[in-house]
Nanobody, 124 residues
Framework: QVQLAESGGGLVQAGTSLRLSCAAS????????MGWFRQAPGKEREFVAP????????LYAESVKGRFTIARDNAKNTVILQMNSLNFEDTAVYYC?????????????????WGQGTQVTVSS
């Protein structure tokens, strides 16, 4: 069982930055692919960015490419999402998730564990 806890959300103005963090309670953190997803009101959950076990491979949704950066620290059991140049469309609840799959995946159904989420609200 893996427990995930996100932090760092809040209310910010458009054009500014925010850094989300996810802490995992597992001794085998490095064996999981980690990912960030988000869900806006009335919309389906969408992938933002997954990262490989070593941290050497990442993917980004087109809507965040060039603005967001995912990284992980396996020694500290954490994964972060650095979000720059935020805009109103980035407003959502952001979720951290862990997958035991071998390959990096962007499909929510292929993630086994989820955090409770942290709200990010961007005012225009």
């Amino acid at each position: 069982q893996v427990q995930l806890a996100e932090s760092g959300g809040g209310l910010v103005q458009a054009g500014t930055s925010l850094r989300l963090s996810c802490a995992a309670s597992t001794r085998s953190f490095s064996s999981y692919i980690m990912g960030w997803f988000r869900q806006a009101p009335g919309k389906e959950r969408e992938f933002v960015a997954p990262i490989s076990r070593s941290g050497g491979y990442t993917l980004y949704a087109e809507s965040v490419k060039g603005r967001f950066t995912i990284a992980r620290d396996n020694a500290k059991n954490t994964v972060i999402l650095q979000m720059n140049s935020l805009n109103f469309e980035d407003t959502a609840v952001y979720y951290c998730a862990a997958s035991s799959r071998v390959a990096v995946t962007r499909r929510p159904t292929e993630y086994d564990y989820w955090g409770q989420g942290t709200q990010v609200t961007v005012s225009s």
